[in-house]
């Protein structure tokens, strides 16, 4: 997933929750211009932990994943991964 797909689906997640950008900058200590940024695709880099931080405000996280289109079995496994 590349940093434009995250901003994008990052600003979904905030919008759902009714959140603004400044309350979410509040929170995760994220400039507001950058979020902004983030959100629209017009940042290059933003660091993981300031992504990490951003997406744990609503229970997400990021986790490395396999670039190939996954098998079935591949699926299950990551279904019953421990959580």
């Keep these: 997933m590349t940093l434009q797909e995250l ?13 603004s950008q400044q309350q979410v900058a509040a929170m995760s200590g994220v400039d ?4 902004s940024r983030f959100e629209s695709g017009r940042i290059t880099e933003l660091g993981f932990s300031k992504v990490e ?11 490395p994943r396999s670039r190939k289109t996954p098998t079935l079995d591949d699926l299950v496994r990551e279904r019953e991964w421990p959580q």
């Design 7 to 19: 901003g994008t689906q990052f600003a979904g997640l905030r919008k759902a929750n009714g959140h």
């Design 32 to 35: 507001r211009t950058a979020i």
């Design 53 to 63: 931080r951003l997406f744990a405000l609503y229970g997400m996280e990021l986790a």
